[in-house]
T-cell receptor, first 112, second 114 residues
Framework: DAGVIQSPRHEVTEMGQEVTLRCKPI?????LFWYRQTMMRGLELLIY????????DSGMPEDRFSAKMPNASFSTLKIQPSEPRDSAVYFC??????????FGPGTRLTVT | AQSVTQLGSHVSVSEGALVLLRCNYS??????LFWYVQYPNQGLQLLLK??????LVKGINGFEAEFKKSETSFHLTKPSAHMSDAAEYFC????????????FGSGTRLQVQP
């Protein structure tokens, strides 16, 4: 298996622009997680899905962030409008039954 | 609520020396515990996991960890450090039932001196 695939790997955008991050989980996995990593806050959960249904979005910072999982093989995390404080590395992870999570390589987002 | 404390943000050892990275957890329900390693500009790789079977867990690259309920600890060890072990290590906890999300510690950066 190719593992969890994330795109793009790097994204540089200007404040106010819309940003869409993409994730393809490992085939057969029924859980998908979005995490964010920053120097100040470390690794923190944003949202997770089970069988394409959002289960816990308590980590989503504010209404500017939204996530979707239209099918078992694709998820997006959208930020609109983006702000400099959104600069971080965003990780997608997938899991079978939710315990052993496998992480993608991450998307490094820089908002100027 | 769950939390993880990793003592020591930086640990430096000599090549061939024992590696000990400390992790203490807090959980209101029986936990599952994990250690992940992150190399520069890469994602997180699972080293090992505790899911209520054996309390001494062996992982990849010669690492192991012991779950001690009385001490609420899950320290990571390796008998002999190798230069390639230099990386950042994260301890994480999740609930054994219910919420599946991982709560991470702040990480420990391991340096291995030649």
């Amino acid at each position: 298996d190719a593992g969890v695939i994330q795109s793009p790997r790097h994204e540089v955008t200007e404040m106010g622009q819309e940003v869409t991050l993409r994730c393809k989980p490992i085939s057969g996995h029924d859980y998908l997680f979005w995490y964010r990593q920053t120097m100040m806050r470390g690794l923190e959960l944003l949202i997770y899905f089970n069988n394409n249904v959002p289960i816990d979005d308590s980590g989503m910072p504010e209404d500017r962030f939204s996530a979707k999982m239209p099918n078992a093989s694709f998820s997006t995390l959208k930020i609109q409008p983006s702000e400099p404080r959104d600069s971080a590395v965003y990780f997608c992870a997938s899991s079978f039954q939710g315990y052993e999570q496998y992480f993608g390589p991450g998307t490094r987002l820089t908002v100027t | 609520a769950q939390s993880v404390t990793q003592l020591g943000s930086h640990v430096s050892v000599s090549e061939g020396a024992l590696v000990l990275l400390r992790c203490n957890y807090s959980s209101s329900v029986p936990p599952y515990l994990f250690w992940y390693v992150q190399y520069p500009n890469q994602g997180l790789q699972l080293l090992l996991k505790y899911t209520s079977a054996a309390t001494l867990v062996k992982g990849i690259n010669g690492f192991e960890a012991e779950f001690k309920k009385s001490e609420t600890s899950f320290h990571l060890t390796k008998p002999s450090a190798h230069m390639s072990d230099a990386a950042e290590y994260f301890c994480a906890v999740s609930e054994s039932t219910g919420r599946r999300a991982l709560t991470f510690g702040s990480g420990t950066r391991l340096q291995v001196q030649p």
